[in-house]
């Protein structure tokens, strides 16, 4: 349904770890800003993001990063940052969010937060993923990022 702001979503939620805010990232965040009228954020706690299997920022430095990449980008935008603590975060039980942004690799958890959300009788969400971006043909992420930094292969 369009909004009287002409964007598709009233509220919308988009969850990662954010390491090393890339590209793939700003493509995600960038891609949710344009569609929602506000964006719930959430990024994962640090006992969640130590089992990546490489270092990862404090949740402060990689919030921060979060909040000042959107604020270039769409410097109007109603942004809340949480930091999340499972696989699904606050996307499970806000009642107010309409849509939710994943990549193409998480698209199985958007299905996920669908399913809980009918449980607990809420309306799904609709979904938008956006495709996961690659560099010479290998998949752009935090882990290849972190390697890269730490000179491991």
Do not use: Q
Not at 55 to 62: M, S
Not at 85 to 90: F, I, K, N, S, V
Not at 121 to 140: K, W
């Amino acid at each position: 349904m369009a909004k009287a702001s002409g964007k598709p979503c009233r509220k919308g939620v988009v969850g990662g770890t954010f390491s090393l805010l890339h590209e793939g990232h700003k493509l995600l965040l960038g891609f949710a800003a344009e569609r929602s009228e506000s964006l719930l954020v959430g990024v994962t706690a640090d006992e969640l993001a130590r089992s990546k299997g490489h270092p990862v920022e404090p949740f402060r430095e990689r919030a921060d990063a979060v909040l000042r990449y959107l604020s270039e980008v769409s410097p109007g935008l109603g942004v809340e940052v949480v930091e999340i603590h499972d696989a699904y975060g606050p996307a499970v039980d806000d009642g107010e969010a309409d849509c939710i942004f994943v990549s193409e690799e998480t698209l199985h958890g958007a299905f996920l937060i669908n399913i809980l959300r009918r449980i607990k009788g809420l309306p799904p969400l609709r979904i938008y993923a956006v495709e996961i971006l690659t560099v010479g043909g290998v998949r752009l992420s935090s882990t290849l990022l972190w390697r890269t930094k730490l000179g491991r292969r």
